[in-house]
């Protein structure tokens, strides 16, 4: 019974082509056993590999070319799970030998059919195997562990509740779903999405909108017209403050004939926080291409202004097709043109079909941190080299379609910048019944042997994501219990706000925050705001926009296309906190340099005790991922604790290696509570 129950988990874990035959799991292990019994050993294997994939083309022809026709019968039951129905028990004979049907593996292999997957890219994780334990098990290409994984992952740890949990209140309607937000210059938040069926917004041509401005000081939302379509870009901001996103998807054109192919495409969009008359605008797209199709891609602004872009699928297609992935980089100057040239990065080709929307960090040294799958390494783009690699980070798959959180933790001169990691979050592969990895792993890259400090959430969390708050302190929240990535593939959303203090001792750092009663799952985004708030938004697990949920559909539609914007307000704006905001901030300069100093005056509360100057760059956000998010404490002197008018010179970082050149926020951070931001341009 041990073997058996072992056997069924193992085809529960490996059913990620068709969750729909997983009610009948436990059917396919019968027919597996009775064969691994009666039939010669060849043959079992044979169909085993067919099982293990149940992939309906797989699966038919294995049996038809290695089941003996006196064992036919024993196939009947499971006729009924694939159409034809009766297609087995047609046979009336089977000519090939076993011998024969084990050297035709290679062929159907090769012939499965190759289908483009609307909801995205599926990731069986029974054919992704690495080089360490921690990749290798059964169904692995590199087959059974000889080992147990060098470090285990922890599981989940109580943590207490916050005294001030923060809460969240819903504030205005997103008029688009949220696949990608980004916070601008005019302090507005910019929601880009995908071809739809259905929006909230009409434009003037009759189509429907894909992108929107929403300004949080109305709640009030205007849309946007874009020319080619953004399914799951990636971006990043330019130097001079616009915003880009990279890549994208084909056209949908018995949808919207107005939009076209999005693959390489480069759209810019521009405000800015002194001319009103940007606001409202439409993304600008003259004409610019990426090098290559890319689709889940990422970008990093790089410290000259350029930006690194890797990562995608060509075409959306199967990604354990070598052919149809883009394991490479290409660079776009800081005007956002693409050099015309993609370079293969390695770290990517080891690790497909896991490859796609890896966590990058520019760090202090100029080197980039690339995370993916479970590996990780230091790159120089500048000399296209891997300059140091890390162990494996333990646990599940940490990047899509498992994505957890990546966060850069503040930078700070009392460290030397150096750059601090934490990962939270993961799953074991994609489908709804997929377990979620609570682990946390935490690494210091430039230090000395550097290695993985393993930590974990109180519970397991799949598409969770780390905002960075001006404090210092992280708020992790969206997500689910149990799934993964994609459309109708998550269940048991996880509800609640995670705080994490990075300063604490290990064991010590988490704490529990408030709960919304709205699931947030594939496809939604967490944002800083100027005032301190964190804006909450999106949630469209379907592949078209579903406004009721319909129970008892594969794939699940019991999570709707979610419009309502709700506002997280932190622990430090409640309570008395909340009476206790400095204001009246006024910068000496809004156009920053590295290396030099300014001034910030400002009116602190009665009795205050200390302060500090935070840098905030809110980056790109989609899928669990904040592209370029970073923050860091600055240097400053002429604080005089308790005296309400404060006229500080603050100091800017080194170089731009540390704050890499476009739009920031300053905060003004006064007894842990934060003044509101104000937009500057680093240069």
Not at 5 to 14: D, I, K, P, Q, V
Not at 154 to 183: E, I, K, N, R, T
Not at 517 to 538: D, E, K, Q
Not at 544 to 555: A, E, F, K, R, T
Request: charged share 10%.
């Amino acid at each position: 019974m041990a073997v058996q129950a072992g056997l069924r988990r193992h085809f529960l874990l490996r059913a990620t082509y068709h969750p729909e035959l997983m009610v009948d799991a436990e059917q396919l292990l019968e027919v597996r056993l009775a064969i691994q019994r009666e039939l010669m050993a060849p043959a079992a294997r044979l169909l085993a590999t067919a099982a293990t994939h149940l992939h309906t083309v797989f699966l038919r022809t294995a049996v038809k070319v290695a089941a003996p026709a006196a064992q036919l019968l024993l196939l009947c039951p499971l006729a009924q799970l694939l159409p034809p129905k009766s297609l087995f028990c047609r046979v009336p004979q089977v000519e090939e030998t076993v011998q024969e049907a084990l050297q035709q593996t290679a062929l159907v292999e090769q012939a499965m059919e190759i289908q483009r997957v609307a909801t995205g890219p599926k990731v069986p994780a029974a054919l992704f195997c690495g080089n360490s334990t921690a990749h290798c098990g059964e169904g692995c290409q590199s087959g059974p562990c000889t080992g147990p994984p060098i470090v285990s992952a922890p599981g989940p740890s109580p943590a207490p509740m916050a005294p001030m949990p923060g809460s969240f209140v819903v504030v205005g309607q997103s008029g688009v779903p949220a696949m990608h937000a980004g916070l601008m210059p005019n302090n507005r938040v910019i929601f880009l999405d995908k071809v739809e069926n259905y929006t909230q917004i009409k434009l003037a041509d009759g189509q429907y909108a894909y992108s929107a401005e929403y300004d949080p000081a109305t709640n009030m939302v205007v849309g946007l017209q874009y020319k080619t379509n953004a399914f799951c870009s990636g971006g990043a901001f330019l130097p001079d403050g616009t915003w880009l996103s990279l890549g994208g998807n084909a056209p949908l054109t018995f949808i919207d004939p107005t939009v076209g192919d999005g693959f390489q495409a480069i759209r810019y969009l521009t405000r800015s926080p002194t001319n009103a008359a940007l606001n409202g605008q439409s993304w600008s797209e003259p004409g610019n291409q990426l090098s290559t199709a890319r689709w889940y891609a990422s970008a990093q602004t790089m410290p000259d202004g350029s930006i690194f872009v890797a990562s995608g699928s060509l075409n959306g297609l199967d990604p354990t097709v070598p052919a149809n992935n883009n394991p490479t980089y290409e660079i776009l100057n800081n005007q956002g043109i693409s050099s015309g040239v993609s370079i293969p990065l390695q770290i990517l080709e080891r690790n497909q079909p896991y490859y796609m929307y890896p966590f990058i960090h520019q760090l202090s040294n100029g080197d980039v941190f690339i995370f993916v799958s479970k590996s990780s390494e230091l790159f120089s783009v500048a000399t296209n080299t891997t300059t140091q690699t890390f162990p494996d980070l333990p646990g599940d798959y940490r990047t899509y379609p498992n994505t957890g959180g990546s966060i850069l933790l503040p930078l700070s001169s009392a460290t030397q910048w150096a750059p601090d990691i934490v990962i939270c979050g993961g799953g074991a592969y994609q489908d709804i019944t997929s377990p979620t990895d609570p682990s946390c792993g935490r690494i210091q890259p430039l230090s000395t042997n550097a290695a993985w400090e393993m930590d974990s959430m109180p519970e397991g969390r799949g598409m969770v994501e780390g905002t960075l708050l001006p404090d210092g302190t992280v708020i992790f929240m969206n997500g689910c219990n149990e799934g993964a990535q994609g459309f109708g593939l998550a269940q048991d959303p996880t509800y609640e706000a995670l705080i994490y203090n990075y300063t604490a001792p290990l064991g010590q750092r988490w704490q529990k925050g408030a709960s919304t009663n709205i699931a947030r799952l594939y496809h939604s985004v967490a944002l800083l705001m100027p005032n301190g708030t964190i804006m909450v938004a999106g949630s469209n697990p379907v592949q078209q926009p579903v406004l009721i949920p319909v129970p008892n559909q594969v794939p699940s539609e019991d999570y709707v296309t979610e419009f309502r914007v709700e506002i997280y307000t932190p622990p430090y704006l409640q309570g008395e906190s909340a009476n206790r905001i400095p204001t009246s901030i006024i910068l000496s300069s809004t156009t920053l340099q590295v290396d030099t100093s300014f001034k910030v005056t400002f009116t602190a509360p009665p009795n205050a005790q200390n302060v500090k100057i935070t840098l905030y760059h809110g980056g790109f956000v989609t899928h669990s991922l904040h592209m370029n998010h970073r923050m860091a404490f600055l240097d400053n002197t002429g604080w005089v604790p308790g005296k309400t008018s404060q006229s500080l010179t603050v100091q800017m970082p080194p170089n731009n290696n540390i704050v890499p050149p476009g739009p920031y926020q300053v905060f003004v951070v006064v007894d842990g509570v934060p003044g509101v931001g104000q937009f500057i341009s680093c240069s």
